[in-house]
């Protein structure tokens, strides 16, 4: 499987294609958390048989919870993807570069930032399926 990026120094009309493997596609991980989410109770059930709907409902909030966060995010780097086309932004490898110029102290409140906001969007996930 090929995923394609952008990259606005190559010609127009053209993306690049960099190769990923079969296991580390996001479409992998979705699908098996959704044959998961589908044989949960039957796996509940057979590891113990005194579990009610109750019990296994609730791991498979956790579970919906999950795969809905995984699809939020999905959903967000492929709009950034677009808006980056559209934009015709620098590429992320330049960007990439221009952080690590950054002082230090600027580095860790981006990355603390970051983890904030991306454990605040599976926590909005986790709530508004509960």
Request: glycine letters at 4%; charged letters at 10%; aromatic letters at 16%.
């Amino acid at each position: 499987m090929n995923i394609k990026y952008f990259n606005p120094n190559a010609e127009e009309d053209q993306l690049q294609v960099s190769p990923v493997s079969w296991y580390s596609s996001p479409i992998v991980l979705f699908v098996s958390l959704m044959i998961l989410w589908f044989y949960m109770p039957l796996l509940l059930n057979g590891i113990d048989k005194t579990a009610g709907g109750v019990d296994q409902g609730i791991w498979l909030v956790i579970l919906i919870s999950l795969i809905s966060f995984l699809m939020v995010c999905a959903l967000c780097w492929w709009l950034l993807q677009r808006f980056w086309m559209i934009l015709q932004l620098p590429s992320l490898e330049l960007m990439v570069s221009k952080f690590k110029y950054l002082p230090l102290w600027q580095q860790l409140i981006f990355f603390y930032a970051s983890f904030a906001l991306l454990l605040l969007a599976a926590l909005g996930c986790l709530i508004a399926i509960c």
